[in-house]
């Protein structure tokens, strides 16, 4: 496997980041199973793996500590905080008081005395960024956490946050994760642009687009959710967005058809071709899926095949807004004035 420099801090990561979100009861629950996959992610390569404070309520965090026994200095370790864990207040947030507390859970979990990244999982809109970004440097200088990092913030976000770091001298943001996907691609238009400008590593989630992109789902499918089954915005095919989702991952299985591959294999391997993105995170949740995704770190895509997807969804365009991980606090109508 070919090795990345993560931004600008001289660690090497695979093109593959192992998210950890479907081990524990929110995916599989089987505790020993979900080591084993940890473990075949790591003999297979992969020296980068994912996980927060929030997944499982804190049992992802947990599997990952103790599948890393023996083995933790030789992979990169990156957490996340700030989505409440209970309905206490504070318990959350970019706060100072949540910051400091929470490090000390999730090291307690993933049984470390040290995480390489630590990511705020979303950008408050009710915390100076200045407040999250003191905290965290405090982190830095007592030796617990290596490199700080940014997830689902715009790009005026990550300006701010570099200017802050820059005016305050306080330890920047190496890294952000944005979502991407052939079927999410608005990060092309100024996100990506502004990482690489300030020298960023990107960490690209659901790249894979929730499903959508591993021929499960197909038009007529058996199988296929319906609104009945999956509620949510992203997975009701009744919508014209959706619906334009579901032609254009048709067109998609001809061409990895035509070009012998399988879907997966051109969704991961289209991810990781961008020039601005460090690692693709996939989030297997048992062994066979982890078997289906690991080939893509060794497919090269040609020009041929980069224009037909190009064809099939424009550089910059999401096809549907609730795929989406930007706005939320700017487009309530309070924001709105209404």
């Not at 956490?145 to 802050?164: F, K």
């Not at 297997?284 to 190009?310: G, K």
Request: aromatic share 6%; proline share 6%.
């Amino acid at each position: 496997m070919d090795y990345r420099l993560l931004g600008r801090t001289g660690v090497s990561v695979s093109p593959l980041c192992l998210g950890t979100m479907m081990f524990g009861p929110w995916g599989n629950d089987d505790r020993a199973d979900a080591i084993r996959v940890i473990h075949h992610a790591l003999d297979a390569g992969i020296n980068f793996v994912d996980t927060a404070d929030v997944y499982s309520g804190g049992v992802s965090e947990e599997i990952v500590g103790e599948a890393l026994h023996g083995r933790r200095d030789d992979v990169v370790l990156a957490t996340k905080f700030f989505m409440p864990t209970d309905d206490q207040p504070n318990h959350g947030g970019g706060s100072r008081k949540w910051i400091i507390q929470e490090v000390e859970n999730s090291l307690r979990r993933l049984k470390t005395d040290y995480i390489d990244l630590y990511q705020v999982h979303r950008p408050s809109p009710t915390t100076d960024v200045e407040e999250s970004l003191g905290a965290l440097t405090d982190l830095v200088h007592q030796g617990k956490i290596r490199y700080i990092g940014s997830s689902s913030y715009s790009a005026s976000q990550i300006v701010e946050a570099q200017w802050a770091s820059r005016e305050r001298n306080l330890a920047r943001f190496v890294t952000e994760q944005p979502p991407y996907s052939i079927l999410v691609r608005g990060i092309e238009e100024d996100i990506l642009p502004t990482a690489q400008r300030y020298g960023m590593g990107t960490l690209v989630y659901s790249p894979l687009s929730g499903g959508w992109l591993t021929g499960r789902w197909r038009k007529d499918a058996p199988g296929t959710p319906t609104s009945a089954a999956r509620p949510s915005a992203r997975f009701d095919m009744s919508t014209p967005a959706n619906q334009r989702k579901l032609d254009v991952v048709e067109g998609l299985a001809l061409l990895a058809e035509q070009s012998g591959m399988t879907m997966i294999d051109l969704a991961l391997a289209w991810a990781i071709n961008h020039p601005g993105v460090t690692s693709a995170i996939i989030g297997p949740r048992t062994m066979e899926q982890l078997d289906s995704q690991l080939p893509s770190a060794e497919v090269a895509l040609n020009t041929e095949i980069l224009d037909r997807i190009d064809e099939l969804v424009a550089p910059g365009v999401t096809l549907n807004a609730d795929d989406n991980s930007y706005g939320a606090a700017e487009l309530t109508p309070e924001a709105r004035r209404r």
